[in-house]
């Protein structure tokens, strides 16, 4: 790992402007201390937005801002490379910037400018703990562009929106949306607002201003709580502040993504790169993979001699499926214990003969629980399911991202670690980093995946096509693909049971290549799946984490074309909007040689009958440029094996 870090600490000069650059020099940006503290940033000449008035305020109603004056500003630069743990588009990311931290009175003000952002955040030192009431932050653009935005209710959440364009003078003051926010400014390059190394602190949302402005809102601490459920807990009072916190410390980062072309945004890393290192002293216990999931599919098993359900003939059924296809991880859903206890298993359930089977057949078992359980029996929890051999845990039903709820997804995660058990949060905020110095946080939901296609047609393919460029943005997304039963726009229906995707077949294929999630699921029956032995055959090759990625080609929310690296092999995936496409793939990232093409591609009625689909196998090298052609809704899916 090469590490370059120039330092130089100046005294400031009253009144001379404070400025740093990315290292290529095409993002500049300038401190305003004038009246408010505010950051001006320009890309390639032209200026993009302003950021500001920015500041925080503590509870003696002391403000952290332009009041205050500058004492000294130090700089440096870095250039060195992150090891990934879980390498969910890479094995390695470059982490080259170049910083500004100006020192104030009684805090710190640290700015960073990268080749693909800009990034702030605040530092305090001040002794004992502080307590925040207010974040002031704003973001002005130029223009009056189009917003992609994931319009909520309450701060009361899964984070399962659609994110649906807007004119961002159209959104109100009472329109607010969680991080990330994407903007698509008109012959411009394409703006992701997001956050990092969030700990300690609430969850920053978005909420429309005067003219072309997003202002910053956050949910205030928790006072009091009631259990609507054993699965829900909802806030009753707040509290007059946002956080009760260390005196010294560092504040979550804000961080603007400028992505000069819509295909940048698939591959930047600008929330992994901002968060804090691996906490975990030996994280190679981590196992990344796939999952057989039973939710879902509601267990409709078929072909067997016994009465399929939440018992434990089904649950060896589903490993027996995920041994045979060299799947890692079978997960038990919701069912296997009473919802408000977890030392408990449920009649027909034997969760210690389930695990027991599933080592023999190398397939682990991961175990869903609410979080308000997991919370209130925690040590007895995990020390059960260490003696039972179950290697993860799936957490539900959060919803909330005040800083008590942000606290305990860190204290869920060291906990699991102690007895090397991966963690998926279901009903959670977006990603913010912690995946970083957590690596065994090997995915999570805050998405709108296939599981809506169960009640809904709002999981459409408009939305499925606008994820990577929105959602994904901010790290990995436990979509749950792999639907076996399609069907196009005009013939889709929910059926709880016995759901169906909105799509093509190979659409959904595509998924395993353009989505991110180091555990990615199998969202329908094993039974289906062994009705599918061309399909499984991909989905049992298609790795869950990936070497490097190569965005080919993109237009938000119209199509997206990708191709990943593990090991030797190579893969390609692409999906498009409502607008049937032909699709070229230039295979000139291949390295010299030959490979073998097996391609999974829309089958010529696939616009009436989405299941359709064609299998071409051949031999390529990277002179060759595949021509491929995608319905609405439609997708392709190509595994590249050397020869």
């Not at 060291?414 to 949060?425: G, I, R």
């Not at 062994?530 to 965005?551: D, G, K, S, Y």
Request: glycine share 6%.
């Amino acid at each position: 790992m090469a590490v370059i870090a120039v330092t130089g600490s100046i005294l400031y000069a009253q009144g001379a402007p404070l400025r740093i650059q990315s290292p290529d020099q095409k993002i500049q940006i300038t401190v305003s201390t004038d009246k408010q503290l505010s950051l001006s940033v320009q890309f390639q000449q032209s200026e993009l937005l302003k950021i500001g008035p920015i500041g925080l305020t503590l509870d003696d109603n002391r403000k952290l801002g332009p009041d205050e004056s500058i004492k000294n500003t130090v700089t440096r630069s870095v250039d060195e490379q992150i090891q990934v743990v879980v390498p969910e588009k890479f094995s390695i990311v470059p982490d080259v910037y170049n910083e500004l931290t100006v020192y104030f009175d009684s805090f710190g003000l640290i700015i960073r400018a990268y080749n693909d952002g800009i990034a702030y955040r605040f530092t305090t030192a001040v002794p004992d703990t502080i307590q925040v009431t207010d974040e002031q932050v704003k973001f002005t653009f130029t223009s009056n562009p189009t917003v992609y935005f994931g319009l909520e209710d309450s701060f009361y959440s899964h984070s399962e929106r659609e994110y649906l364009p807007r004119k961002l003078n159209s959104i109100t003051d009472k329109q607010f949306a969680p991080l990330p926010v994407v903007v698509n400014i008109a012959n411009g390059p394409k703006v992701a607002i997001v956050e990092s190394d969030l700990r300690d602190y609430p969850g920053l949302y978005l909420q429309g201003s005067s003219g072309a402005s997003l202002t910053g809102i956050l949910p205030k601490a928790a006072l009091e709580t009631e259990n609507t459920s054993p699965l829900d807990v909802k806030v009753k009072t707040r509290a007059d502040y946002l956080a009760k916190t260390a005196g010294t410390r560092a504040f979550p980062w804000r961080a603007v993504i400028i992505a000069p072309a819509d295909k940048d945004l698939l591959t930047n890393q600008m929330v992994y790169k901002l968060a804090e290192p691996c906490k975990l002293k030996d994280p190679a216990w981590i196992k990344p993979g796939k999952v057989a999931w039973d939710w879902w599919n509601a267990n409709n098993i078929y072909g067997v001699d016994f009465k399929s359900g939440i018992n434990t003939e089904t649950y060896k059924y589903f490993i027996d499926f995920a041994s045979q296809y060299g799947i890692e991880y079978i997960i038990i859903d919701d069912g296997w214990s009473p919802q408000d206890d977890l030392l408990t298993t449920k009649p027909g359930m034997n969760i210690p003969e389930i695990v027991s089977y599933g080592k023999q057949k190398n397939v682990g078992v991961i175990l869903w629980m609410s979080w308000v359980v997991l919370d209130r029996q925690l040590q007895p929890a995990l020390e059960q399911f260490a003696k039972w051999g179950v290697v993860g845990l799936k957490v539900d039903f959060m919803q909330r991202d005040d800083q008590w709820m942000v606290n305990y997804y860190e204290r869920i995660l060291a906990e699991a670690a102690k007895y090397k058990m991966l963690v998926d949060f279901h009903g959670a905020f977006k990603p913010t980093g912690l995946r970083r110095t957590y690596p065994n946080y090997i995915t999570q939901e805050g998405v709108r995946g296939n599981e809506w296609n169960k009640w809904s047609d709002s999981c459409s393919i408009q939305h499925t096509i606008t994820l990577p460029f929105t959602r994904m943005v901010a790290g990995p997304m436990d979509f749950t693909p792999g639907a076996m039963r399609n069907a196009g726009k005009a013939h889709f229906n929910f059926i709880n049971e016995r759901p169906m995707s909105i799509g093509t077949r190979c659409r959904q294929l595509a998924m395993y290549v353009l989505y991110d999630s180091p555990l990615q699921m199998l969202c329908d029956s094993p039974s289906n799946y062994l009705r599918e032995p061309e399909c499984m055959e991909f989905l049992a090759a298609v790795p869950a984490v990936w070497h490097n990625t190569i965005a080919l080609d993109a237009k938000i929310a119209e199509y997206a074309v990708m191709a990943r690296q593990y090991g030797s092999d190579w893969y390609i995936g692409g999906m498009n909007g409502e607008q049937a496409m032909t699709c070229t793939v230039d295979c000139s990232f291949l390295p010299e040689g030959q490979f073998e093409l097996t391609l999974f591609q829309d089958g010529v009625n696939a616009d009436r009958f989405a299941e359709d689909y064609r299998k071409i196998t051949k031999t390529i090298t990277r002179q060759d440029k595949l021509e491929i052609k995608l319905v609405s809704g439609g997708g392709f899916a190509g595994r590249m094996a050397r020869k």
